[in-house]
């Protein structure tokens, strides 16, 4: 089956062509990044005129690199909620435009569900392929979520955090250390000649809980950054980085052991992060877990993920009508109780 997904729910305008939900045909991603790099954030009226300009293009690119025409696709998903609202719209728009006109399935999908999902594109065949149950760690610009994933959309959160997500406080802290924007690249790219036990900094572990926080550790980087004299770059960075990646994977290996799986999935942009892959790989060769991260482009946002999502959610029998709207934000866990 080739489902066809959108994703618009951010700054990147994406379309990608899956089959069955493991192989991916095509995947075509348009980033704005460039554009909102300039103030330092993604400006959301900015990024849905974007979208728009750049949505019927990426559509075609999808189909070509593919291979296949509009006749070949057999359903629609489109990530509809949590997001930027002019920005899902567009997608959500265009998605219903095409199921409409070609009679078609349309599937809204969850972003961060779609993040999950990507750990069961394409797996090497020497691996073991992703599936449930699972713990995973979603570690965004948005995001810092423990989940159980008991199987297909039974998701429990264990917890998030208190304050900032992960990829937040990487995009501050770079934007301290006068790095640029997004700060998850540039703070792993300085940090690779600096010395992570450079600077001493808080961890913000919360013993006793599943939950993160990160703002403590933002206002110790601000105050090295500050001091006279002040560290490397390099030398903070790496500190910060392993202090983020550290509580990261401390909490995840405890989380898998505490619910008795045996898989642990990383997703989200912060994913792509290589300090956090190796340390997390290592902690779970030792406590006998079968990591899963998904290929660096697929970590960050793309809509192969979405039409992934999109598959296993037809397999169960769901599908939505085209009266399918936006949702600017809900929680995934949400999904397991409805
Ligand atoms: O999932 P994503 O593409 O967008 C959403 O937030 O939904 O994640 C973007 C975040 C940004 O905060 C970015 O700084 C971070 O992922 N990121 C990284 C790396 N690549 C992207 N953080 C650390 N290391 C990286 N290599
Ligand atoms: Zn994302």
């Not at 025409?69 to 057999?74: C, G, N, P, Q």
């Amino acid at each position: 089956m080739n489902v066809l997904g959108i994703e618009t729910s951010c700054d990147e305008t994406a379309a990608a062509v899956v089959v069955d939900g493991r192989h991916v045909l095509s995947n075509v991603v348009a980033s704005q990044m460039r554009e909102h790099a300039r103030y330092g954030g993604v400006v959301p009226e900015v990024a849905s005129r974007r979208h728009v300009e750049q949505i019927n293009r990426v559509l075609q690119a999808a189909l070509e690199d593919a291979d296949r025409t509009l006749s070949e696709i057999d359903a629609i998903a489109v990530t509809n909620r949590p997001g930027l609202m002019g920005a899902l719209l567009v997608g959500v728009s265009a998605a219903k435009a095409i199921a409409m006109a070609r009679n078609l399935p349309l599937i809204g999908v969850h972003h961060i569900e779609a993040h999950l999902y990507a750990n069961f594109l394409d797996p090497d065949p020497n691996r073991a392929k992703a599936d449930f149950p699972a713990v995973a760690l979603v570690v965004s610009g948005g995001h810092t979520d423990l989940f159980h994933l008991r199987a297909h959309g039974d998701y429990a959160l264990m917890g998030r955090t208190r304050d900032d997500a992960a990829g937040e406080a990487f995009d501050k802290c770079a934007r301290l250390m006068g790095l640029g924007y997004p700060g998850g690249p540039a703070i792993e790219a300085a940090a690779r000649t600096g010395n992570p036990k450079a600077v001493s900094l808080p961890r913000g572990a919360l013993p006793g809980t599943w939950e993160f926080s990160f703002s403590g550790l933002k206002t110790a980087v601000r105050r090295a950054a500050e001091a006279d004299p002040a560290p490397s770059v390099a030398d903070l960075a790496a500190s910060f980085q392993e202090a983020v990646v550290e509580v990261l994977v401390a909490k995840t290996v405890a989380a898998a052991a505490f619910v008795g799986v045996n898989r642990v999935f990383l997703a989200g942009g912060v994913a792509a992060n290589t300090r956090l892959r190796e340390r997390m790989q290592a902690a779970c060769d030792a406590a006998g877990l079968a990591l899963f991260y998904p290929p660096i482009l697929l970590c960050t946002d793309n809509a192969a993920m979405v039409a992934a999502t999109g598959y296993f959610h037809l397999q169960a029998g769901h599908a939505d009508r085209l009266t399918l709207n936006t949702i600017a934000s809900e929680s995934l866990a949400v999904i397991a109780t409805r």
